[in-house]
């Protein structure tokens, strides 16, 4: 498969090539199974994933759509400037993200990607007022846990570089929730708001 590592990468005749300014690389593959995967670039990686080539890849069962309603994806990245990375995170691409908006009473699912370039022991919390809500473990790094796994527990998860998780939750009633993401010594490095309707 090619992974993108060029002049590395691949099997046979097909191996991965460098991708020149301006110019593009298609690679097809088939995902071994629906879940949360990444993607990130493997050339000059400090500077290219600073400037935002890293992402999602969120593969579905055969016959499903994604909902945007009830299926979030937070993703977590190193800020631009070391300024900004030495004190937060981006979420999503911003300093700022707007506010989640979900239903009262809905499953929703919520999948964490780390792609920080130096942030390996950060947490996820899930608070609503000054309570962390229930969650559910459901899947880490593209594969569903087993059922066994995915007991409720308050909302507090390490997510580390490189790592997936998905959690299933529910809001019981409107109003408003945050997401906080934390350092490992507890500091807070960036939130994402929600509003519950």
């Avoid at 994933?49 to 499903?64: F, H, K, N, S, Y």
């Avoid at 993703?75 to 707007?98: C, F, H, K, M, Q």
């Avoid at 908006?101 to 899930?126: K, S, W, Y």
């Avoid at 608070?127 to 594969?143: F, I, Q």
Wanted: charged content about 20%.
């Amino acid at each position: 498969m090619l992974d993108g590592v060029s002049g590395f990468s691949g099997a046979g005749a097909q191996i991965s090539p460098a991708i020149a300014p301006h110019d593009s690389f298609v690679a097809r593959f088939t995902p071994p199974r629906a879940g949360t995967f990444i993607y990130h670039t493997h050339v000059n990686e400090s500077e290219q994933q600073r400037a935002g080539l890293v992402g999602p890849i969120i593969v579905l069962e055969p016959g499903t759509t994604l909902d945007s309603a009830t299926d979030h994806t937070v993703l977590i990245t190193t800020p631009a400037t070391g300024a900004d990375e030495a004190r937060t995170v981006l979420l999503n691409g911003s300093l700022s993200p707007p506010a989640l908006e979900i239903r009262a009473g809905a499953a929703q699912r919520l999948r964490l990607i780390n792609m920080t370039m130096t942030r390996p022991n950060m947490r996820v919390e899930l608070w609503r007022g000054d309570s962390l809500v229930t969650w559910r473990p459901l899947a880490k790094d593209g594969a569903d846990l087993p059922d066994s796994w995915r007991v409720p527990r308050p909302a507090r998860s390490p997510v580390s570089v490189g790592e997936t998780m998905d959690f299933g939750f529910v809001a019981p009633a409107a109003g408003p929730m945050r997401l906080e993401v934390r350092a490992a010594i507890g500091k807070l490095l960036a939130t994402m708001p929600i509003v519950v309707r």
